[in-house]
């Protein structure tokens, strides 16, 4: 059966690569948004895939 | 709202791996087992969050938020009194006779323990309830998506069904737990940084606190009375309404969640399945009603943020969508969205799977076709995945033209629904209870929700046949119509049962407490459902007192 870790994983790194790029790329904002929420939410997504990942890889 | 190209590019790769996870699983689906039912082959941390996703539809996500803003604290009830004590009940006493007893579906069950006619009224009134839910809530995602997003009715629809057709139809009940343990993820990780950001402009828990009513944050101290909170309700109708008759009757004896758990590899993971889904579970209301309290303590502050109006009063369906809309930029406005269409994703899957297996074990081969060999009945689940999909379609067009008509359906649900949790409990902890008690206990439990909703008055709703008594809220009126039909069936089924024969004990083995031998207890004691059972108990104890 199929390892869910691993399509999970890369899904979260592709969006996770997506924010991130477009975080650094524009300075998308909303009305009540002081900060670049895309570069964060990106970075964390690229983390949270890659623990994923590494569990799919590890077992 | 406007949508950029960024948002739409995070929908498509969500759609490409939904659809390949299903592409993926296609070539394990030999048989209807493996198609219907998974054949006890998944892990329990892949079940136990599609447990919990199968529950988090778009119109829960979109309501608990709303009702956040509405009621406050008090929502959190839901899964604090409501959600979190059932599924340990139902993991740590309940799920040794759904898995043990061999049974494929929970009507199967009460065929197994009762009798044919028992299992009829649940399998048909079930299937029919799953089609009209994810019509209804289709219907509601379709209408949103419209007038939010400038999407027609139609492709809203056509497409969120189409793929959830089309994954479900490749890879049976394991592709739509598996996407449902991806949307699990991806509906938390979509809403968690609302609340974050909502909560830290509202000046943290303790600038909400300063800005609402105590009513509004906290949970239990203004339960005494139904005028004292928002929500009109009082204590004993809460606890024996909601954490009682509605939650149990709901995580117990709902076979779309326990599908998840006996799809599990042994009995010791289907029983922790909802257990291990508990801790979870217990956090999802910091994910989704507190940016509702935050909204509306948001809206005090005069910081540019107001609860949407509609013809002059409050729309709290909106809320979520404006706290997006303020708080998410494009490309998280796409994570935002996305998640919503992938909670919608989540609760049509787990309908959709849940009626298939119903339909072609339950009903096509109960009553149509028996003893046709298993290829035939895989083809008639993997038809009956593209019919049911088609007739909830057509229930959300249907809503469209008749939208009085899905509010009565849904009633005449609640009323069905009320008083199943007395047939289970009698069935598996009572071996004196028969066939024709727990088929007359259904019946007159589900007249009884009747009667109390037609004697009685709330918001306008109810007293068809007269006005016995009038509740503050409808809320208040639902918890009651449980509690009568609870009652009523409870009871009839026990005086009924005593003037029967009861079966023999060597047929009840394995069905009912009592004359089933426990499974041994797995060794290490953090695997152990009671023990996983008392932590999560403890935890969601304190989380009632923090916020009490």
Known sequence: MLDLRKPAGYFFVLLGLILTATGLAFDFRAPLLDRNLNLEFGIFSLVFGGIFLWLARRA | ?548
């Open chain 2, 1 to 548: 709202m406007s949508l950029h190209f960024v948002d739409y590019l995070v929908l498509v790769l969500y759609f490409g791996f939904v659809l390949g996870i299903g592409w993926f699983l296609r070539k394990h689906v030999r048989t209807s087992s493996e198609f219907l039912t998974s054949a006890h082959s998944l892990p329990l941390w892949i079940t136990s969050l599609a447990f919990l996703a199968a529950n988090m539809g778009a119109l829960e996500m979109i309501g608990m938020c709303g009702s956040g803003a509405k009621y406050g604290m008090l929502t959190s009830h839901f899964y604090w009194v409501g959600a979190i004590p059932a599924m340990l009940f139902v993991g740590v006493f309940m799920m040794p006779f759904y898995y043990g007893s061999k049974a494929r579906s929970v009507p199967e069950y009460l065929k197994l323990r009762f009798d044919e006619k028992t299992r009829g009224f649940n399998a048909i009134t079930f299937a029919v309830m799953t089609i009209f839910s994810s019509g209804i809530s289709m219907y509601a995602l379709g209408i949103l998506l419209q007038a939010i997003f400038g999407w027609s009715f139609t492709f809203s629809v056509l497409m969120s069904a189409g793929i959830v057709l089309a994954y479900t139809y490749l890879g049976g009940l394991s592709s739509a737990i598996y996407n449902e343990v991806l949307q699990f993820f991806l509906i938390v990780a979509g809403f968690a940084p609302l609340a974050i950001l909502s909560v830290q402009k509202a000046g943290g828990w303790q600038g909400i606190e300063a800005r609402l009513s105590p009513q509004m944050t906290q949970a239990w101290r203004h339960l005494a009375n139904p005028a004292d909170n928002p929500m009109g309700v009082e204590v004993f109708g809460l606890i024996m309404g909601l954490g009682f008759v509605l939650s149990f009757g709901y995580w117990c004896t709902n076979y779309l969640v326990i599908q998840r758990a006996m799809a599990a590899r042994t009995m010791t993971d289907a029983r922790n399945t909802p257990i291990v889904g508990a801790f979870p579970k217990m956090l999802i209301p910091f994910v989704v009603i507190v940016p509702g309290v935050a909204a509306a303590a948001l809206s005090q502050l005069g910081a540019g943020y107001s609860i949407p109006l509609k013809n002059g009063g409050p729309d709290y369906d909106k809320v979520l969508f404006s706290l997006m809309e303020q708080f998410y930029p494009s490309g998280m406005l796409g994570v935002g969205l996305t998640a919503l269409v992938a909670s919608f994703m989540s609760g049509m899957a787990g309908n959709v799977t849940a009626f298939n297996t119903v339909w072609t074990y339950d009903i096509y081969q109960s009553y149509i076709r028996k003893n046709a060999p298993d290829s035939h009945y895989l083809w008639m689940g993997r038809m009956a995945t593209i019919f049911g999909t088609a007739m909830s379609i057509g229930a959300a067009y249907l809503a469209t033209q008749f939208n009085n008509m899905m509010d009565f359906l849904q009633l005449i649900f609640g009323f069905v629904n009320a008083p199943l949790f007395a047939t289970f409990l009698l069935g598996m902890f009572w071996k004196r209870a028969t066939g024709n008690g727990a088929f007359s206990g259904l019946v007159a439990g589900t007249a009884a929700a009747a009667l109390t909703y037609s004697l009685t008055l709330a918001e306008g709703k109810g007293g068809w046949l007269g006005v016995l008594h009038e509740f503050p809220s409808s809320m208040a009126q639902n918890f009651w119509v449980a509690i009568n039909a609870w009652t009523v069936c409870f009871f009839v089924t026990i005086v009924v049962s005593l003037f029967g024969k009861p079966r023999p004990e060597e047929e009840l083995v394995g069905l009912v407490y009592g004359v089933t031998k426990h499974e041994a207890e797995p060794a290490v004691w953090y695997k152990r459902p009671a023990v996983l059972a008392l932590v999560a108990a403890i935890l969601c104890l304190g989380l009632n007192l923090i916020f009490y």
